[in-house]
Each structure stands twice: as C-alpha cells, then as structure tokens.
C-alpha cells in the first residue's frame, strides 16, 4: 500500500547554510524505518506577477572628493527588486555612466554584496570607480530588468591629484616589464600564495611588509 503524509516541512536552522524536513506520519504505527530524500532543491521567493520596474531609492558616495585611481563608491537603495536574484543580471542590471573632464565616458556595472557583519539577506548594492583624470566627474545611474528601466539625477565629484600612480601595463618599450600608467616602472614583489586569497588579513600583512602582488 502506499504511504499518506499530514505534512512535510521545510525549515532554516542556521541562516540557510543548514536546513531541516520535519514529518509527520497520519498513523505513528502505519509506517516506521528510515526516510530517503531523493531531491531537494530551493525554491525563490518568485516577484508578483507584471511587478513594477525596480527604482534606485537614493545615490549615496563614498567622499565628494577622491584622489586620481582612488576608489570612489556608490551604495545605491533599491526598491521593487524583492524576488529577483541579485547576482544575476538578467534580472537586475544596476550600471552607471561615469562622464570625465573631457568628455569621455565609462560604463561600469554594480553588484550586491553583504559584508561579514550584515545579516542574511540585508547587503548593499554598490558601483566602484577609479577616475584617471582631474576634475569633476559626473555620472548617472541606471537599474533594469524585463519590467522596465529607471535612472537617477545626474550628481558630480571631484578628482583631484593623489599619491596613485595608475592601471599596470605591460610597458610599451619592452614588453618584458611592467610600468603604470603616468610611466612609473613597476618592481613586483611577491610570492605564490593560490589558496584563501579573499583574507583580509592576507592583504593587510602583504601591505605591512611591502608585497605588492599575489600569484
């Protein structure tokens, strides 16, 4: 005969990184023995049917004022993305347009992201640049999905000279060396360190004792 269930159910025990099935049997004596899960799987927490487009709530940077190839950060709030993964960008696209002094542009895309502090489920949606020219910059950000599009006001900052001394390139006079780009050479420092490279602590040591790169 077959086996008739009152209820199966699922549960958290430990923000997601654990869960649990509770059954229950109609009749204790009707079926005793081991349980075999077959498949599992998770399902989303799906958007309302025809939901509206997702909306940046509010822009919010890092300084007014960050040195040439500093981080410049934007935390972006949105709303109407409750449902949609955030790591995929078919269904939500956070980009911004970054427009220099002279008028060229850089298109660069955001991310969520949870710090280690931040509760399951409660990150932040940021957009990181590193301007290369002095001046003020203006930029424009943008969130999507198949539902639509919106845009924020344009806002500003300034780049102004700093201590960076720009992007690494293989140097043009002999490509067997690296140099920056206002044409400081490059002298590597470092050995190969391949496992738990996302450490903090591993960088702040490299930083104290004068490593500049990983391999």
């Known amino acids: 005969g077959g086996v008739g ?14 869960w649990g099935v509770e059954v229950i049997w109609g009749d204790a004596n009707e079926r005793m023995g081991p ?29 007014g004022s960050v040195g040439a190839y500093e981080k410049f950060e ?9 449902g949609f993964n955030p ?24 991310f969520y992201m949870e710090d280690p502090a931040d509760a399951f489920g409660e990150g932040d949606w940021r ?3 590193a301007p290369d ?7 424009v950000v943008r969130v999507s999905n198949s539902y639509g599009t919106n845009s924020s006001s344009t806002s500003t900052f300034s780049c102004v000279t700093g201590s960076r001394h720009g992007w690494l390139r293989v140097a043009g006079e002999d490509p067997h060396y690296f140099r920056q780009d206002d044409g400081t050479p490059f002298i590597g420092i470092g050995y190969c360190h391949c496992w738990d490279a996302d450490d903090e602590g591993l960088f702040a040591n490299c930083a104290e004792n004068g490593i500049n790169m990983l391999l």
């Open 5 to 18: 269930f009152v209820s199966v159910r699922s549960f958290v025990l430990a923000d997601a990184d654990e």
């Open 35 to 63: 349980v075999l899960i077959d498949t599992v799987c998770q399902l989303p927490i799906l958007p309302p049917t025809n939901p509206p487009a997702p909306a940046i709530t509010g822009v919010a940077p890092s300084a």
């Open 74 to 82: 934007l935390t972006i709030g949105l709303t109407n993305v409750v």
């Open 87 to 110: 790591f995929d960008p078919t269904e939500i696209n956070l980009e911004a347009t970054f427009t220099s002094p002279t008028g060229g542009t850089w298109n660069m895309y955001g």
């Open 127 to 129: 957009i990181r640049f």
């Open 133 to 139: 020219t002095t001046g003020t910059w203006s930029y």
